[in-house]
């Protein structure tokens, strides 16, 4: 089970890195929703910080959660309109 746990991390890290590198604010910055698309985008990668710090503390189920929330919440924002995201692929459910 744990080799599950460790590649199902490691997947869900790569997921939310490769999001945020291919995701694009889609709003002018000095708007309410520039706003709400920086909040997003810090949330996402605050996440991504912190399931690597949890991750280098050997808690993989916290790490796991981490990424996964802050994938969520790039995903909301590109289905809010708030990023360019790709059509295809597998990042975004939009």
């Given amino acids: 089970m744990p080799a599950d746990l460790d590649e199902k991390t490691d997947r869900y890290e790569g997921l939310l890195a490769e999001a945020l ?44 959660a981490a990424f996964s929330y802050g994938h969520a919440w790039l995903d909301a924002g590109a289905r809010m309109g708030l990023f360019d995201v790709p059509d295809e692929g597998h990042l975004f459910t939009v």
């Fill in 21 to 64: 590198s291919e995701s694009e604010t889609a709003v002018p910055p000095d708007t309410p929703l520039g706003e709400a698309a920086t909040e997003f985008e810090e949330m996402a990668r605050s996440y991504l910080e912190d399931g690597r710090h949890f991750r280098e503390d050997g808690d993989p189920v916290n790490a796991l």
